[in-house]
């Protein structure tokens, strides 16, 4: 686990080999970056924190709940790149225990989920926590540049179809039904779930969420022993039967 407030390197994200543009001249924005993932971090920084052609400067990181909301009291940026699933209880956690930051008249702190999770769930769960939008891990860097910016200004920003998870969320008056089965698993374990669901070889999944192949075949059998299931056909048949594919 990293320092939250170290700076990384400068390598690159997945298919950009230049530091995003987006920031308009004499636009700033200040950010703090929160994963768990050190290399995913290093790479937004790459991408985005060039402060002269993107406008962002990246003023601390965070890899858990407690480090996210001691680096975000300490620094009180403009906007938090927030991942989901965080150590330490997830990204609603974290905006639970920064609600006066948010709440604050003259210096919010207002916060943009980035995760690799497009399950409804999650993007409902951070939008209800005070989220001002939520985009996922495929999107550009210049995209990601004017999200931060939009997002400063106080515009919700989602990328497409996910907005429609929030429409039809706070359009119904209904709770949503329970599942004693989906609650048993992890965060982690769901995002498996759904990739497997999917068709992704472990290979695969394992570069999505960042992890190693042995960490994802140990979330499958813990999937798999939680939901009494004997293998990935019947796993994907139960994700779909749910919906969660």
């Avoid at 997830?90 to 609600?99: D, F, I, K, Q």
């Avoid at 001002?132 to 990601?144: A, P, Q, S």
Wanted: with cysteine; aromatic share 4%.
């Amino acid at each position: 686990m990293s320092d939250p407030s170290e700076t990384n390197g400068t390598t690159e994200t997945a298919g950009s080999a230049q530091p995003a543009g987006g920031g308009a001249p004499g636009r700033r924005v200040r950010v703090v970056l929160v994963d768990d993932h050190r290399m995913f971090r290093t790479g937004v920084q790459a991408e985005i924190g060039q402060t002269e052609q993107t406008g962002v400067e990246v003023v601390g990181e965070a890899a858990d709940v407690d480090q996210a909301v001691k680096v975000i009291t300490a620094t009180r940026p403009e906007v938090v790149l927030l991942d989901v699933h965080l150590p330490g209880g997830g990204g609603v956690e974290v905006l639970r225990r920064c609600a006066a930051l948010m709440a604050d008249s003259e210096q919010p702190v207002r916060f943009l989920a980035l995760s690799v999770s497009d399950a409804a769930e999650d993007v409902i769960g951070v939008i209800r926590g005070g989220a001002r939008g939520y985009v996922t891990k495929t999107i550009t860097g210049t995209d990601l540049v004017d999200s931060v910016f939009r997002v400063q200004e106080g515009d919700a920003v989602f990328s497409p179809r996910l907005a429609g998870f929030v429409l039809d969320a706070f359009a119904s008056t209904d709770a949503p039904p329970v599942d004693e089965d989906l609650d048993r698993l992890t965060q982690r374990e769901r995002e498996v779930l759904r990739l497997i669901a999917r068709g992704y070889a472990y290979k695969e999944i394992a570069k999505q969420l960042y992890i190693s192949v042995k960490t994802v075949e140990s979330h499958v059998s813990a999937v798999l022993r939680k939901l009494q299931l004997s293998n990935r056909h019947e796993l994907t048949r139960w994700a779909t039967a749910r919906r969660l594919v």
